[in-house]
């Protein structure tokens, strides 16, 4: 229905935006309303903008958001345009609070630091509300002074400001509970209330979807946008995600920073599933593609308690899309886990190895250090360099086994189950289990104890290197774990 309105020509398109503070890395819960605006953008043909909130030059880096790009280009959340810089918008936002003063919805207000500490601390004395009430505010402009001012909104003093969020539902705040905030501080920068309302309405942002921490703010935001005849976003304040144990989350709880998980190894588009679930719900779906997601997010199935963030279900979303993802997707994933792990990308021989042997080893891997370990056995080139446990398979009965088996696998049709039926039948000649073959073929396929599949290597490896690496092994000799 959303998808009809917005083509219609009726609708605006819409736009969305994630506004982070870049002062520190990509948080998690930051990913997540990041997503959350791309997923309701993009999945209704309207635009997903970035802006930087970089007025708090103290705090700000150019390394913060650079972490904050770089997290969102591998999460694949790509932005519509430049990333706007709200500290470059300064001299905007002071313009909007001139107007403010000339259409009389601001004023000046020349009261000092101390004036407005010391009215607080007469209320506070008196036992009256400690908001402060500028004496400015009624004042005729003929009595300024030629001093510093601040700018203040004329807030209403009577009745109540709402917003009705598609998340909370209506929320009312009392006017007499808001004060006159300051719009434009006394040296001339604008506060981080009116910035927002100014870069949102300028950038045209029609949806803001964003963490719950900015509830109250939005009723005093809604004060400037009353005050400049401006239509207000729809709003959705979405809960904070918790940890485990239904705490806000903090650094006790695991992970914080995206980056820590592109180093664990979680795939994009696994991060993306998780992230999408965690606050928001279609039905009983877990495990869905970005297609799906985009074609279900809406805000309707937005929780109203925190969502907690819980590693055996990521790593299991995780082991889902690794299972079923495009090999080449897999081996881009793979690199881009490289990268964060400081390791070299693929070579092109290493991922001609790779591709046919990820869909054999992948299923019950859940992160991509895991599947890159159980394709180990086709990473490594001849002579197979043998681990000391797994070096123990290859005594001297294993010899004979594997003497016994090269002739046959060499004639052999390289089918999987003619291969089974094969080492079956020698080992029922001999009166042994399979496991006594599985052993030392392990040992010279793939030079360790645990590997995928036996078969699932031969399959992989095909005659030749399997015959070669056997012959290998049987040319060494039994090893004698510990003789040099
Ligand atoms: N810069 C704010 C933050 O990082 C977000 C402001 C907003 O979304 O309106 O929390």
Redesign the pocket.
């Known amino acids: 229905m959303v998808n009809a309105a917005a083509s219609d020509g009726q609708t605006p398109p819409v736009v969305t935006?994630?506004?982070?503070?870049p002062t520190g890395f990509l948080h998690i819960g930051?990913a997540r309303?990041a997503l959350f605006n791309w997923l309701y953008a993009r999945g209704r043909g309207g635009r997903f903008l970035l802006r930087i909130?970089d007025t708090d030059l103290a705090r700000s880096t150019p390394e913060a958001t650079e972490a904050i790009l770089s997290g969102l280009t591998w999460l694949g959340l790509d932005w519509d345009g430049e990333a706007v810089s709200q500290a470059d918008r300064a001299p905007r936002h002071a313009e909007i609070a001139r107007q403010m003063v000339e259409s009389g919805t601001a004023y000046k207000c020349f009261a000092t630091r101390e004036e407005i500490e010391a009215a607080r601390e007469a209320a506070r004395a008196q036992g009256r509300s400690t908001l402060f009430r500028s004496p400015w505010r009624d004042a005729d402009p003929a009595s300024h002074p030629d001093a510093p001012y601040a700018i203040r909104v004329r807030a209403p003093l009577e009745g109540e400001t709402v917003i009705e969020d598609t998340v909370q539902g209506r929320v009312s705040i009392r006017n007499d509970q808001l004060d006159d905030m300051i719009v434009l501080r006394s040296d001339g920068t604008p506060t981080?209330m009116l910035a927002?309302v100014v870069d949102?309405h300028d950038m045209g942002v029609t949806h803001?979807i964003?963490?719950d921490?900015?509830l109250n703010?939005a009723a005093r935001?809604g004060l400037i946008y009353a005050a400049m005849g401006w239509d207000q976003p729809a709003m959705a304040h979405i809960p904070l995600i918790h940890g485990e144990d239904g705490k806000k989350l903090s650094k006790r709880h695991g992970a914080l920073g995206v980056a820590e998980y592109v180093a664990m190894g979680y795939p994009a588009a696994a991060m993306r599933n998780y992230l999408a679930r965690l606050g928001w719900s279609h039905g009983d779906d877990e495990v869905f593609s970005t297609g799906q997601a985009l074609e279900w997010f809406d805000t309707d199935g937005i929780g109203k308690s925190p969502a907690r963030l819980d590693f055996k279900k990521l790593d299991h979303v995780s082991g889902q899309h690794i299972a079923s993802m495009e090999t080449d997707d897999l081996l881009d994933a793979i690199d881009a886990w490289r990268d964060a792990a400081d390791l070299a990308p693929l070579t092109r021989a290493e991922r001609d190895a790779l591709a046919p042997a990820l869909p054999l080893v992948r299923s019950g891997a859940r992160r991509l250090p895991d599947l890159l370990d159980r394709a180990h056995f086709a990473m490594v080139s001849r002579p197979v360099e043998v681990d000391p446990k797994a070096a123990k398979a290859l005594d001297p009965a294993a010899m004979d086994l594997l003497a016994d088996l090269t002739p046959q696998l060499r004639n052999a049709s390289w089918e999987r189950d003619t291969l089974e039926s094969v080492a079956g039948a020698i080992a029922a000649s001999r009166g042994i289990g399979l496991g006594k073959i599985a052993g030392p073929m392990r040992a010279a396929l793939a030079g360790r104890t645990a590997t995928p599949s036996v078969f699932d290597m031969m399959m992989v490896l095909g005659r030749n290197e399997t015959l070669a690496r056997i012959d290998d092994a049987m040319k060494t000799g039994p090893l004698r774990p510990g003789a040099a």
């Open positions: 935006r994630f506004a982070p503070s930051s309303t909130e981080y927002v949102d803001v964003r963490g921490d900015h703010n935001q």
